[in-house]
């Protein structure tokens, strides 16, 4: 059973991470509007409330909801988390509507090493030798990227440590999956309102004057957005900090393909250097679980 369980958080985070990392192609139709970074974040957090409640209703899992509000230590732990997801959302879609799909996806290389470190740190996971090798390869690479730039990269560290600090919170969280994300997109939700309302009375909400294909996609960001974040949640309650932030690999590896080979950003030779060693000190982590997995068989 136990193997099962780890199992499904493979399939989970796998999911989760193959789908965060073809957004950028998701929400391309809307960055072709006028519209900013701030008020899709607003229409996303509206859209994905409005989706997370009809899953509620339709699982019938409402009650768990009504009584987090009841309990103030619930409420402040969710606080927390939705404004850490807030927070990623907004700098993850001015990357995306700025065309800085590439510093997006450093950010995401970077969250796997702070997952890493928070495991340690607060969850006192132990690493093996081909982690610790796998991290020095992966840092090495991320200090290559970082500091030839000659400037502090604050997307892909905003970005890294807020979605680093949700997934601690999520796997700590007292809530299940659908009831513990929707509660953060309710806690989310009048700020969102105000704020679209407040463009409205400025005469600068962009709604009206979207096509069809930006529309749809709109509106169907709200399961866009949810969906990923049900499968993230379940998988970061069936494995291990470390192992899912190293997984997570995968989504701004994809994210860095979509950045380069069709949004043609400029990608250096130094670079490319530094991708290719964060990319080692991955292979070396899954051949290490491998070859722990195959040994500890009996």
Same mark, same amino acid.
């Given at each position: ?10 399939? @989970? ?19 072709? %509007? ?46 927390? %988390? ?22 997006? %996806?450093?950010? @995401? ?158 990608? %250096? ?30």
């Amino acid at each position: 059973m136990k193997f099962s369980n780890k199992l499904q958080g493979w399939h @989970y985070a796998l999911l989760c991470y193959m789908t965060w990392g073809t957004f950028p192609i998701y929400w391309y139709p809307i960055n072709q %509007s006028a519209m900013p970074a701030e008020q899709i974040l607003a229409q996303r957090v509206v859209w994905s409330a409005l989706f997370a409640i009809f899953l509620l209703l339709l699982f019938q899992q409402g009650r768990a909801v009504v009584n987090a509000f009841k309990q103030p230590k619930v409420l402040g732990i969710f606080f927390l %988390s939705s404004f850490m997801i807030g927070l990623n959302w907004l700098v993850y879609l001015w990357a995306i509507v700025n065309e800085h799909i590439l510093d997006a %996806s450093l950010g @995401y290389f970077i969250n796997p090493i702070f997952n890493v470190f928070l495991g340690w740190l607060v969850l006192k996971e132990k690493l093996n030798k081909a982690q610790l090798l796998a991290l020095m390869f992966a840092i090495a690479g991320i200090l290559w990227l970082a500091i030839p730039a000659g400037q502090i990269p604050w997307v892909a560290l905003i970005l890294a440590g807020s979605f680093g600090i949700y997934g601690l919170i999520r796997k700590l969280a007292p809530m299940e999956p659908l009831s513990g994300l929707a509660l953060e997109t309710l806690l989310m939700s009048p700020f969102a309102l105000a704020y679209l309302f407040f463009c409205y009375t400025q005469h600068t909400l962009v709604f009206g004057e979207l096509n069809t294909l930006q529309m749809t996609v709109l509106l169907g960001s709200g399961a866009a957005t949810t969906i990923p974040l049900l499968w993230f949640a379940m998988g970061a309650r069936r494995i291990s900090m470390s192992l899912l932030g190293m997984l997570q690999y995968i989504s701004p590896t994809l994210q860095f393909l979509c950045g380069v080979l069709i949004f043609n950003e400029k990608l %250096s030779a130094e670079r490319m250097v530094g991708y290719a060693l964060v990319w080692v000190g991955v292979a070396i982590f899954l051949l290490g679980m491998r070859a722990k997995a195959k040994y500890a068989k009996p």
